[in-house]
């Protein structure tokens, strides 16, 4: 049973323009949740985090929201660009512990 | 601040073999986690270590053990191996005080395990 989806495995996105990738989960126990950039060939890399008592965490060009009613959560790149072109993962933790539970992930590829 | 490496990159084994993989953490972060990821399950988490002890443990057989030393570099093992253990295995450092909330993990390049 998976806790948490990603349920477009791959989006396509022109440079300049917004990408929008989106997350749900299932656990209500879930607090924190955090978003990932992968490349090929390597580790995920940290983007950016959001705790549930906050809906919305800007840094830079990306920005999470967060709408703990509807357990969604998504991630605004703006503007893209070519070198954003990664699979992105969302995260989630619970306050039992430091495990956190991934989305099957979505691979993002911003066009030149 | 050198990053979390993994050693070794790649490994090819065969079935019913054991594999030991090694990770070394960012300087000052006690806590080490160890994820599978697979094309199939994607990433799953398999333990963690903070001190010398397993704080968390993920579903997997008990073909799966780690352990951590003083120095907070871990190693996980994984006893007769079998095809679906084929694998990237990435650990993941952190300081591990605050029990996540704002103690992000920061993850190695991954070890890929090629199972015969």
């Known amino acids: 049973d998976q806790q948490v989806k990603q349920n477009s495995p791959s989006l396509s996105v022109q440079e300049g323009r917004i990408s929008i990738l989106n997350c749900d989960y299932t656990?209500?126990?879930?607090?924190?949740f955090l978003w990932y950039k992968k490349y090929p060939a390597e580790g995920p890399t940290f983007l950016i985090s959001?705790?549930?008592?906050?809906d919305k965490n800007e840094d830079g060009r990306f920005t999470v929201f967060l709408n703990k009613s509807a357990k969604h959560l998504s991630l605004h790149i703006v503007p893209s660009q070519p070198g954003d072109s990664a699979v992105y993962f969302c995260?989630?933790?619970?306050?039992?512990?430091?495990?956190?539970?991934f989305g099957g992930g979505t691979r993002l590829m911003v066009k030149p | 601040k050198a990053g979390v490496t993994q050693t070794p990159r790649y490994l090819i084994k065969t079935r019913g073999q054991q594999v030991t993989l090694s990770c070394s953490p960012i300087?000052?972060?006690?806590?080490v986690s160890w994820y599978q990821q697979t094309p199939g399950q994607g990433l799953q988490f398999l333990f963690e270590y903070f001190s010398e002890t397993q704080r968390n443990k993920g579903n997997f057989p008990g073909r799966f053990s780690g352990r951590q030393f003083s120095n907070s570099r871990s190693e996980m093992n994984v006893s007769t191996l079998e095809l679906g253990d084929s694998a990237l295995y990435l650990c993941?450092?952190?300081?591990?005080?605050?029990?996540?909330?704002?103690?992000?993990?920061?993850f190695g390049p991954g070890t890929r395990l090629t199972v015969l």
């Open positions: 656990n209500s126990m879930f607090d924190y």
């Open positions: 995260a989630a933790l619970n306050n039992a512990g430091n495990m956190l539970t």
């Open positions: 993941a450092s952190s300081l591990g005080v605050n029990r996540g909330r704002t103690d992000t993990q920061y």
């Open positions: 959001i705790s549930s008592i906050k």
């Open positions: 300087s000052g972060h006690r806590s």
